[in-house]
């Protein structure tokens, strides 16, 4: 027992959370049975900024890019903004010295908003239009990952000695949601390693003069989990450099191994590691190379999830509680407008009541959105006090991935603000739809 157990008053901001590990590590519990997260109170950003509101911490942000860097000082680390992209956090990814993976004229464009250096961008995207090539050439990109025969035609067309990289499936199942596996044979990614698509794509690349090969790309999937996934495919990319090298007397200089590192959502669910994932794959390309004769090439690799998710928390208003015939619901004021994980991949996420204290025992709820579907699910049988009602405030962890980005207007609902918090004061990055701003686009009557 700890003195703040026996003493209440003790039990200040500094009280520790239950799971820590899926809010970001600058949340507290307050006396009152409120969280502050970045020394901002949830109930005040509620208040301040209405719900539902996706709150994102900056200083997790940046000290995952740190923890990043300082395992693999030696490989570029590329953020893929398709986790999570506003200018403000176009911006922190580029003060903390990452390079930055785009996949459409759109993400691009925020890029270039922000003041991201083209150079830097990596552009990727397995059926990229005529004006995702444009735009990443008039921005004067670093590098493309070319993804079909038909692009390298296309971006021949465009380009004057561009960079680029060959996407290769290297045939690797990462042991993941059959939606975000794509390592395997058999899907829309890349050029099948083992059918010998990958070296016909190198052929043609190296055939086309506005067009300089610098490197294969692969990405085995996202919510990996298991290093030595990473690291079969590490080998057997190696494995292409070689037959590269063989066959056209070049050794390739960079090799980008992707990013899909696993992020626990639960409580007891697998975090990823870093620091084995970093030896590991050091080791195996090392190693492979020099039995080989090859020269290292530099390593790349490109998190998204792993750098964001835990960074953010979605706040949501209860509308209503019901009881069922045989669960709880209790509804909120967004749902699969601003989570469509749970619809997508029957993603489970932790729930917790914020802005009061409740002596109430937990029971098991079900926490659903407004959406006109009944699989509008935010958090299937989670534990919440029994004494839940209208008007409480709910904080659900691990959203700052692929959330903001897959959001839609599902029932003309308008999507939530965007607000960064740090050292005690929030920001807003994105401000939440207005119906106006739905009405903008309806332009025929
Ligand atoms: C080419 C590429 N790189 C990087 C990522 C980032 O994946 P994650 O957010 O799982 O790290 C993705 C998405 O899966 C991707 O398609
Ligand atoms: N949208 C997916 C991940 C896609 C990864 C991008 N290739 C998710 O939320 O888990």
Same mark, same amino acid.
């Given at each position: 027992?700890?003195?703040?157990?026996?003493?209440?008053s003790?039990?200040?901001?500094?009280?520790?959370?239950?799971?820590?590990?899926?809010?970001?590590?600058?949340?507290?519990?307050?006396?009152?049975?409120?969280?502050?997260?970045?020394?901002?109170?949830?109930?005040?950003?509620?208040?301040?900024?209405?719900?539902?509101?996706?709150?994102?911490?900056?200083?997790?942000?940046?000290?995952?890019?740190?923890?990043?860097?300082?395992?693999?000082p030696?490989?570029?680390?590329?953020?893929?903004?398709?986790?999570?992209?506003?200018?403000?956090?176009v911006?922190?990814?580029?003060?903390?010295?990452?390079?930055?993976d785009?996949c459409s004229?759109g993400?691009?464009?925020?890029?270039?908003?922000?003041?991201?250096?083209?150079?830097?961008?990596?552009?990727?995207?397995?059926?990229?239009?005529?004006?995702?090539?444009?735009?990443?050439?008039?921005?004067?990109?670093?590098?493309?990952?070319?993804?079909?025969?038909?692009?390298?035609?296309?971006?021949?067309?465009?380009?004057?000695?561009?960079?680029?990289?060959?996407?290769?499936?290297?045939?690797?199942?990462?042991?993941?949601?059959?939606?975000?596996?794509?390592?395997?044979?058999d899907?829309?990614?890349?050029?099948?390693?083992?059918?010998?698509?990958?070296?016909?794509?190198?052929?043609?690349?190296?055939?086309?003069?506005?067009l300089?090969?610098?490197?294969?790309?692969c990405?085995?999937?996202?919510?990996?989990?298991?290093?030595?996934?990473?690291?079969?495919?590490?080998?057997?990319?190696?494995?292409?450099?070689?037959?590269?090298?063989?066959?056209?007397?070049?050794?390739?200089?960079?090799l980008?191994?992707?990013?899909?590192?696993?992020?626990?959502?639960?409580?007891?669910?697998?975090?990823?590691?870093?620091?084995?994932?970093?030896?590991?794959?050091?080791?195996?390309?090392?190693?492979?190379?020099?039995r080989?004769?090859?020269?290292?090439?530099?390593?790349?690799i490109?998190?998204?999830?792993?750098?964001?998710?835990?960074?953010?928390?979605?706040?949501?208003? +209860? %509308?209503? =509680?019901?009881? !069922?015939?045989? &669960?709880?619901? *209790?509804?909120?004021?967004?749902?699969?407008?601003?989570? @469509? #994980?749970?619809?997508?991949?029957?993603?489970?996420?932790?729930?917790?009541?914020?802005?009061?204290?409740?002596?109430?025992?937990?029971?098991?709820?079900?926490?659903?959105?407004?959406?006109?579907?009944?699989?509008?699910?935010?958090?299937?049988?989670?534990?919440?006090?029994?004494?839940?009602?209208?008007?409480?405030?709910?904080?659900?962890?691990?959203?700052?991935?692929?959330?903001?980005?897959?959001?839609?207007?599902?029932?003309?609902?308008?999507?939530?603000? +965007? %607000?960064? =918090?740090?050292? !005690?004061?929030? &920001?807003?990055? *994105?401000?939440g739809?207005?119906?106006?701003?739905?009405? @903008? #686009?309806?332009?025929?009557?």
């Amino acid at each position: 027992m700890t003195l703040a157990d026996l003493i209440p008053s003790l039990r200040t901001s500094i009280d520790r959370l239950p799971t820590p590990e899926i809010w970001p590590s600058t949340t507290r519990l307050t006396r009152s049975g409120d969280l502050t997260v970045g020394g901002v109170a949830l109930s005040e950003l509620a208040g301040r900024f209405g719900t539902p509101t996706y709150v994102v911490d900056e200083t997790q942000i940046r000290a995952n890019c740190r923890a990043y860097r300082h395992a693999l000082p030696d490989v570029e680390i590329a953020y893929a903004g398709k986790a999570f992209l506003t200018r403000a956090v176009v911006g922190w990814i580029a003060e903390e010295g990452l390079s930055l993976d785009v996949c459409s004229a759109g993400e691009l464009a925020v890029a270039m908003a922000a003041g991201y250096p083209a150079e830097r961008i990596i552009l990727h995207g397995n059926a990229k239009s005529p004006d995702d090539l444009k735009a990443a050439m008039r921005a004067g990109v670093g590098r493309v990952v070319v993804d079909s025969l038909d692009e390298v035609g296309q971006l021949g067309a465009l380009a004057t000695a561009q960079p680029v990289l060959v996407r290769v499936t290297p045939g690797v199942d990462g042991h993941t949601h059959t939606a975000v596996a794509t390592g395997v044979e058999d899907q829309k990614f890349g050029f099948s390693l083992a059918s010998g698509a990958a070296a016909e794509a190198v052929r043609r690349v190296l055939a086309e003069p506005s067009l300089r090969l610098v490197g294969l790309h692969c990405h085995i999937g996202s919510q990996v989990a298991r290093v030595a996934d990473f690291e079969l495919a590490a080998r057997r990319m190696v494995g292409l450099l070689d037959l590269v090298r063989d066959e056209h007397g070049i050794a390739l200089p960079q090799l980008n191994l992707g990013g899909g590192h696993v992020v626990p959502y639960l409580a007891g669910d697998e975090g990823f590691d870093l620091s084995g994932f970093a030896d590991r794959i050091r080791g195996a390309v090392h190693y492979e190379c020099s039995r080989r004769g090859l020269p290292a090439p530099r390593l790349t690799i490109e998190p998204g999830r792993s750098l964001v998710a835990r960074a953010g928390i979605t706040l949501y208003r +209860v %509308v209503t =509680v019901k009881h !069922g015939t045989n &669960r709880t619901f *209790v509804a909120v004021d967004g749902g699969m407008s601003d989570n @469509a #994980r749970p619809a997508l991949y029957g993603a489970r996420y932790a729930v917790r009541l914020a802005g009061r204290a409740s002596q109430a025992p937990d029971a098991p709820v079900t926490v659903v959105g407004r959406h006109c579907e009944a699989g509008d699910v935010i958090a299937q049988d989670v534990p919440l006090p029994a004494d839940i009602h209208a008007g409480d405030l709910l904080a659900v962890p691990c959203t700052g991935a692929y959330h903001h980005s897959l959001a839609s207007n599902y029932n003309m609902v308008g999507r939530p603000p +965007v %607000v960064a =918090v740090r050292d !005690g004061a929030p &920001r807003l990055l *994105v401000r939440g739809e207005t119906a106006q701003d739905l009405l @903008a #686009r309806d332009v025929g009557v």
